[in-house]
């Protein structure tokens, strides 16, 4: 008897989260195309050792600067490396250093907001003076200073995008906070003697989730396109890792006339990225948001 109710009990929660999904889909369709844009990379960076056709790193300068034909469906670049296998595997840097840096920056930016909201005064003041500070900088100038500063590679890379994010992220959410604060069951709960850590972590946090998602989806485009900047500046990732701004910094400069597949493929997947994330984004604010749902 209990069997059968456990198991009716998980049928209909899979058929609830498949009604979530198929209602996502007719509601915003767009959203959805940059969701399915997304598996496609996200499944490209798990898989590339199997999708990829050739070693993306090796070098056969007998086919240098061979145009898309059958054996190499993207062409060559000017070491004879194949582009399609590098666009696969850059999908792995790219969605590494996107997701690491939007993630850490998002959580640490609502945790800060939240935090700023709670307690207010004197709290409060230093850390948006702070962040007043930070917003000052334009975010690639900020990234590109940090870069300098501690050098080229992956980690580098993600802690120079994470930090500006941080303090954009602590705005929102410190907005959202400030209503909260007031909120009757905040208030019931500081009345019953509830410690600052409870209410900030099981009151405040939980009921910003929504405007987090929001930043941390849109972030994660800006990110792509910060990794590739500065890639391609050659501040970023360092050869021969495969990556969209190394390899549209190679291509770009030097071979635009002899060989435009190396320009046009990596740019393709960033602009591809970016947009997908945008997409998603807009589509998560206005489901998450009651004054936006139609």
């Known amino acids: 008897m209990q069997t059968g109710l456990a198991q009716e009990a998980t049928l209909l929660r899979k058929a609830h989260r498949q009604n979530i999904v198929l209602r996502?889909?007719?509601?915003?369709?767009?959203?959805?195309?940059?969701?399915?844009?997304?598996?496609?990379f996200a499944a490209a960076a798990v898989f590339a050792d199997q999708l990829a056709p050739h070693d993306p790193i090796a070098n056969n300068f007998a086919v240098m600067f061979r145009p898309p034909s059958p054996e190499y469906p993207l062409g060559t670049d000017n070491f004879g490396r194949d582009v399609l296998s590098r666009i696969i595997f850059g999908a792995r840097t790219a969605l590494l250093?996107?997701?690491?840096?939007?993630?850490?920056?998002?959580?640490?930016?609502?945790?800060?907001?939240?935090?700023?909201?709670?307690?207010?005064?004197?709290?409060?003041?230093?850390?948006?003076?702070?962040?007043?500070?930070?917003?000052?900088?334009?975010?690639i100038i900020l990234a590109l200073a940090m870069v300098a500063?501690?050098?080229?590679?992956?980690?580098?890379?993600?802690?120079?995008?994470?930090?500006?994010?941080?303090?954009?992220?602590?705005?929102?959410?410190?907005?959202?906070?400030?209503?909260?604060?007031?909120?009757?069951?905040?208030?019931?709960?500081?009345?019953?003697?509830?410690?600052d850590a409870r209410i900030i972590l099981f009151h405040l946090l939980p009921n910003v989730v929504a405007p987090y998602l929001v930043m941390l989806t849109a972030f994660l485009?800006?990110?792509?396109?910060?990794?590739?900047?500065?890639?391609?500046?050659?501040?970023?990732?360092?050869?021969?890792?495969?990556?969209?701004?190394?390899m549209l910094r190679g291509a770009a400069t030097q071979f635009a006339e002899r060989a435009p597949?190396?320009?046009?493929?990596p740019g393709m997947a960033i602009s591809l990225g970016v947009f997908a994330f945008n997409l998603l984004?807009?589509?998560?604010r206005d489901a998450l948001d009651p004054r936006l749902r139609p």
């Open 97 to 139: 250093v996107a997701f690491t840096s939007s993630f850490v920056g998002a959580t640490l930016g609502a945790l800060l907001g939240v935090i700023s909201a709670h307690f207010g005064g004197w709290v409060d003041d230093l850390i948006q003076r702070i962040t007043d500070v930070i917003l000052a900088f334009p975010l």
């Open 149 to 195: 500063a501690l050098g080229t590679g992956t980690l580098n890379v993600i802690i120079a995008i994470t930090i500006p994010m941080i303090p954009r992220v602590s705005r929102v959410i410190r907005a959202s906070a400030l209503a909260l604060r007031e909120m009757p069951f905040v208030e019931a709960a500081r009345a019953l003697g509830a410690s």
């Open 221 to 246: 485009g800006q990110a792509i396109l910060l990794e590739a900047s500065l890639s391609f500046l050659g501040l970023g990732v360092a050869e021969p890792t495969p990556a969209w701004g190394l």
């Open 24 to 40: 996502f889909v007719r509601r915003y369709p767009l959203g959805a195309f940059g969701a399915g844009v997304l598996l496609v």
């Open 261 to 265: 597949w190396l320009a046009l493929a």
């Open 281 to 284: 984004g807009d589509a998560l």
